[in-house]
T-cell receptor, first 112, second 119 residues
Framework: DSGVTQTPKHLITATGQRVTLRCSPR?????VYWYQQSLDQGLQFLIQ???????AKGNILERFSAQQFPDLHSELNLSSLELGDSALYFC???????????FGSGTRLTVV | AQKITQTQPGMFVQEKEAVTLDCTYD???????LFWYKQPSSGEMIFLIY??????QNATEGRYSLNFQKARKSANLVISASQLGDSAMYFC????????????????FGQGTILTVHP
């Protein structure tokens, strides 16, 4: 157990639907990062939150949004889902230290 | 901007042999950290080893060592005495660091190398 908890582990949904992925960071970590891993795009950074505030944005579609709550857990919302959104979505958390990155086990999203 | 290049889509190695996975990088940052992660078929990302750009010695962690050549902008992973359980996807990644060596910000990943260990 890495200390970063992602739920659900698997999700199958239809095109056009909306889903929410949840991430609980490791205890004490203030930063949460979301990544998308697909076969054609590799591992892509989506967005970072630090202590409740958006810190950096990457290749995140307008149909996707995220937030970090006061208890530091984060949610990634994916809407108007397309077949191409099928991917493994990772959450990672970090503290201010030399290595700083711990990944969750990921949520595998399948859009049918 | 940072870029990681892994030119080996797949590698094969015999059990108990050593293998080197290549990684080259490009960055405008003065200070940065280089990481290697292992992703087995189960999907989780497992941290293997870290090298800071100002570290004078190459990093080692058990059977893993990082061959860091700053002038050539390469950070190759060497796995000694390969085991069947080493079969997985391996990612090289980098992240900027501040002057004190603390990493911050996003990780930039390469495309990965699939390693297959034969008995």
């Amino acid at each position: 157990d890495s200390g970063v908890t992602q739920t659900p582990k698997h999700l199958i949904t239809a095109t056009g639907q909306r889903v929410t992925l949840r991430c609980s960071p490791r205890s004490g970590d203030l930063s949460v990062y979301w990544y998308q891993q697909s076969l054609d795009q590799g591992l892509q950074f989506l967005i970072q939150y630090y202590n409740g505030e958006e810190r950096a944005k990457g290749n995140i579609l307008e149909r996707f949004s995220a937030q970090q709550f006061p208890d530091l857990h984060s949610e990634l919302n994916l809407s108007s889902l397309e077949l191409g959104d099928s991917a493994l979505y990772f959450c990672a958390s970090s503290a201010i230290n030399r290595y700083g990155y711990t990944f969750g086990s990921g949520t595998r999203l399948t859009v049918v | 901007a940072q870029k990681i290049t892994q030119t080996q889509p797949g590698m094969f190695v015999q059990e108990k042999e050593a293998v080197t996975l290549d990684c080259t990088y490009d960055t405008s940052d003065q200070s940065y950290g280089l990481f290697w992660y292992k992703q087995p078929s189960s999907g989780e990302m497992i941290f293997l080893i870290y090298q800071g750009s100002y570290d004078e010695q190459n990093a080692t962690e058990g059977r893993y060592s990082l061959n860091f050549q700053k002038a050539r902008k390469s950070a190759n992973l060497v796995i000694s005495a390969s085991q069947l359980g080493d079969s997985a996807m391996y990612f090289c990644a980098m992240r900027p660091t501040n002057a004190g060596g603390t990493s911050y910000g996003k990780l930039t990943f390469g495309q990965g190398t699939i390693l297959t260990v034969h008995p």
